[in-house]
């Protein structure tokens, strides 16, 4: 067990709907980090937050968004839903610190139908 | 793209052969990590090497670290059926962990 706690594990909505992610890190993790697997794309960066910051961006789009609030917990919030989007979103936490591994969720699984 | 890339993308080998696994980067790092897959779950941090070691062992792993090439490798000795997953390395430059596209790694027992 990585510690980190992702919500829900699977949905399944509509083209054009707005779903929210949810991700709690391990305890006293300060980092958390959000990506996006889908099988013709691999692990993609999306966005990187430490201690309430926003770090780092990557391969986010503007119709996602994302924010870690003052307990640490992070919401992924994707909007204007479509087909590619479908795919396994993972959060991920680490200290924070250069050399600490990251410790995985085991994803939400969105299914866009 | 920031992202590594590893070779081969699919392995597959009896139980007790060695599997080995290479990952080239393209940006200054400092550590390269690798993570272990199991279909559908969450990845699983193996081993990390620093930009200033070349080599690490940890168990049946072994890892290599060449800066000057930016590649790496991943040695599983004695492969078990257990190990049968998707090895994925990751650098980590400040505090930026960008994935490679991963080796699908079957062993057949």
């Known amino acids: 067990d990585s510690g980190v706690t992702q919500t829900p594990k699977h949905l399944i909505t509509a083209t054009g709907q707005r779903v929210t992610l949810r991700c709690s890190p391990r305890?006293?993790?300060?980092?958390v980090y959000w990506y996006q697997q889908s099988l013709d794309q691999g692990l993609q960066f999306l966005i990187q937050?430490?201690?309430?910051?926003?770090?780092a961006k990557g391969n986010i789009l503007e119709r996602f968004s994302a924010q870690q609030f003052p307990d640490l917990h992070s919401e992924l919030n994707l909007s204007s839903l479509e087909l590619g989007d479908s795919a396994l979103y993972f959060c991920?936490?680490?200290?924070?610190?250069?050399?600490?591994?990251?410790?995985f969720g085991n994803g939400t699984r969105l299914t866009v139908t | 793209s920031q992202q590594g890339e590893e070779d081969p993308q699919a392995l597959s080998i009896q139980e007790g052969e060695n599997a080995t696994m290479n990952c080239s980067y393209k940006?200054?790092?400092?550590?390269l990590q690798w993570y272990r897959q199991n279909s559908g779950r969450g990845l699983v941090h193996l081993i990390l090497?620093?930009?200033?070691?070349r080599e690490k062992h940890s168990g049946r792993l072994r890892v290599t670290l060449d800066t000057s090439k930016k590649s790496s490798s991943l040695l599983i000795t004695a492969s078990r059926a257990a190990d049968t997953a998707s090895y994925f390395c990751?650098?980590?430059?400040?505090?930026?962990?960008?994935f490679g596209t991963g080796t699908s790694l079957t062993v057949i027992p």
């Open positions: 991920a936490s680490s200290g924070g610190q250069g050399g600490s591994p990251l410790h």
């Open positions: 305890s006293g993790d300060l980092s």
């Open positions: 937050y430490y201690n309430g910051e926003e770090r």
């Open positions: 940006t200054s790092i400092n550590n």
């Open positions: 090497i620093r930009s200033n070691e």
């Open positions: 990751a650098t980590d430059a400040y505090l930026q962990f960008y």
